[in-house]
């Protein structure tokens, strides 16, 4: 833009909340999940079971890479006060 223009940038606030309870150490069944999520290694190279929290952790960071621009708040909760 010119020096005194107006550029208009158009963003969006987004909140994620997330469990992190016990429940979500749960191994994942479903095969769409395990697909969405691909294989996962330890650091020995050795398959792991793959877990709800891999999997929210996964689509957590597939959507905040589609948000160029916008602001992103994730909340974590679980099921202790």
């Not at 992190?20 to 330890?42: E, K, N, R, V, W």
């Not at 996964?58 to 994730?74: E, N, P, T």
């Amino acid at each position: 833009p010119e020096v005194g223009e107006k550029e208009t940038i158009r963003t969006r606030d987004f909140g994620i909340a997330t469990d992190i309870s016990g429940s979500m150490s749960s191994t994942i069944q479903d095969p769409s999940q395990l697909t969405f999520t691909g294989s996962a290694t330890d650091k020995d190279g050795k398959p792991v079971e793959i877990k709800r929290i891999m999997v929210a952790e996964k689509a957590i960071q597939v959507f905040v890479d589609q948000r160029q621009g916008d602001r992103v708040a994730l909340f974590l909760f679980d099921d202790e006060t």
